[in-house]
């Protein structure tokens, strides 16, 4: 497969692999009431930025809401019922958040979607992540939903050793990235964020996963 560089139109789909898909602009009907509940969120849960276990700190910064948050130490990888910096339950996953994966989810094939976690991720220019899997989850087969908000980014989508050819793949304000099942453990990762100015966001992405942890 080639790499993905044209811009693709609003409520097309994307098809990744046999279960992971890119719904383009498919969030952007909500987009006024995420970025209040994110507002909301970061209010009780700042962003911060993480320290891995070997000791460097992450250049993505992070928070969560959900009944459980990715949280990340010299101590590991864990998901936890509390936000470690206050010691106080993370802030609620709202309806809108719930509804939009839900749907999302849907049109991508997997129906009746409950997540129990939200990860929301801030990039700003020159933040990546490294290219990774999501082993943390004890459901290894639910869908993770991505909706990504902001500045362009783009996307790595790799096989399943971390040696294997990636994929490029554009998210723009408003895409949808599903994938479950068989696509669930692939490798993936974002490149280095380019400078820009997003007219709602400024020099920001923000980027939601929705998981099923429990
Ligand atoms: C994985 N976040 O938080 S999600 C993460 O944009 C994470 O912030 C990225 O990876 C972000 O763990 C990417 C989007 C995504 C899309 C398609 C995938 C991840 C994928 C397909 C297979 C595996
Ligand atoms: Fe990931």
Same mark, same amino acid.
């Given at each position: 497969?080639?790499?993905?560089?044209?811009?693709?139109?609003?409520?097309?789909?994307?098809? /990744?692999?046999?279960?992971?898909?890119? /719904?383009?602009?498919? #969030?952007?009907?909500?987009?006024?009431? @995420?970025?209040?509940?994110?507002?909301? *969120?970061?209010?009780?849960?700042?962003?911060?930025?993480?320290?891995?276990?070997?000791? !460097?700190?992450?250049?993505?910064?992070?928070?969560?809401?959900?009944?459980?948050?990715?949280?990340?130490?010299? !101590?590991?990888?864990?998901?936890?019922?509390?936000?470690?910096?206050?010691?106080? #339950?993370?802030?609620?996953?709202?309806?809108?958040?719930?509804?939009?994966?839900?749907?999302?989810?849907? #049109?991508?094939?997997?129906?009746?979607?409950?997540?129990?976690?939200? @990860?929301?991720? !801030?990039?700003?220019?020159?933040?990546?992540?490294?290219?990774?899997?999501?082993?943390?989850?004890?459901? &290894?087969? #639910?869908? *993770?939903?991505?909706?990504?908000?902001?500045?362009?980014?783009?996307?790595?989508?790799?096989?399943?050793?971390?040696?294997?050819?990636?994929? &490029?793949?554009? /998210?723009?304000?408003?895409?949808?990235?599903?994938?479950?099942?068989?696509? !669930?453990? &692939? $490798?993936?990762?974002?490149?280095?964020?380019?400078?820009?100015?997003?007219?709602?966001?400024?020099? &920001?992405? *923000?980027?939601?996963? $929705?998981?099923?942890?429990?």
């Amino acid at each position: 497969m080639q790499d993905l560089f044209a811009a693709q139109a609003i409520g097309t789909r994307t098809e /990744l692999g046999p279960q992971a898909c890119v /719904l383009h602009g498919f #969030a952007l009907p909500v987009v006024p009431a @995420l970025l209040a509940d994110i507002e909301h *969120i970061q209010q009780s849960a700042p962003f911060r930025q993480l320290v891995t276990p070997g000791g !460097r700190s992450m250049s993505v910064a992070m928070t969560n809401c959900g009944p459980f948050g990715w949280c990340s130490d010299r !101590r590991g990888y864990r998901y936890d019922p509390r936000d470690p910096d206050s010691g106080r #339950a993370w802030p609620p996953m709202s309806t809108a958040f719930l509804q939009l994966a839900a749907d999302a989810a849907d #049109a991508a094939g997997f129906p009746g979607y409950v997540p129990d976690a939200c @990860l929301v991720n !801030r990039y700003t220019p020159g933040t990546r992540l490294t290219l990774h899997q999501d082993r943390d989850e004890d459901d &290894r087969v #639910a869908p *993770i939903v991505s909706v990504s908000l902001g500045l362009l980014a783009t996307f790595l989508f790799g096989g399943f050793a971390r040696g294997d050819k990636t994929l &490029r793949v554009p /998210l723009a304000h408003g895409d949808i990235v599903v994938w479950g099942g068989v696509d !669930r453990m &692939r $490798f993936h990762g974002v490149l280095p964020v380019k400078d820009g100015t997003h007219e709602l966001l400024g020099t &920001r992405r *923000i980027n939601l996963t $929705f998981r099923k942890v429990k």
